[in-house]
Nanobody, 117 residues
Framework: QVQLVESGGGLVQPGGSLKLSCAFS????????MGWYRQAPGKQRELVARITSGGSKNYVDPMQGRFTISRDNAKKTTYLHMNRLKPEDTAVYYC???????????WGQGTQVTVSS
């Protein structure tokens, strides 16, 4: 059973940076498309960024240029580098693993990111 564990969230001032990590276990990491989603209070969960098994990346427009997704297949870890953070980036950030051949999704428990002065 695939398990995802996020870390790296916290409180940061506007304009600051954070790096989130997602540790993967219980499967073959390299075949999964990995993604970061976020959910702000009272809002639906939304895609932030995604990286395929081949390394292709997609970003949602508001995060383009500020956030960078990456993966280390040897460490079975996915990262989200977040720069120039804004108060509206405040949310719980979730890691997602998608097996594209079966459309099976796995989710982490989430990590809170709060951007506030």
């Amino acid at each position: 059973q695939v398990q995802l564990v996020e870390s790296g969230g916290g409180l940061v001032q506007p304009g600051g940076s954070l790096k989130l990590s997602c540790a993967f276990s219980g499967g073959i990491f390299s075949i999964y498309t990995m993604g970061w989603y976020r959910q702000a209070p009272g809002k639906q969960r939304e895609l932030v960024a995604r990286i395929t098994s081949g390394g292709s990346k997609n970003y949602v427009d508001p995060m383009q240029g500020r956030f960078t997704i990456s993966r280390d297949n040897a460490k079975k870890t996915t990262y989200l580098h977040m720069n120039r953070l804004k108060p509206e980036d405040t949310a719980v950030y979730y890691c997602n693993a998608l097996a594209t051949t079966t459309s099976t999704n796995y989710w982490g428990q989430g990590t809170q990111v709060t951007v506030s002065s």
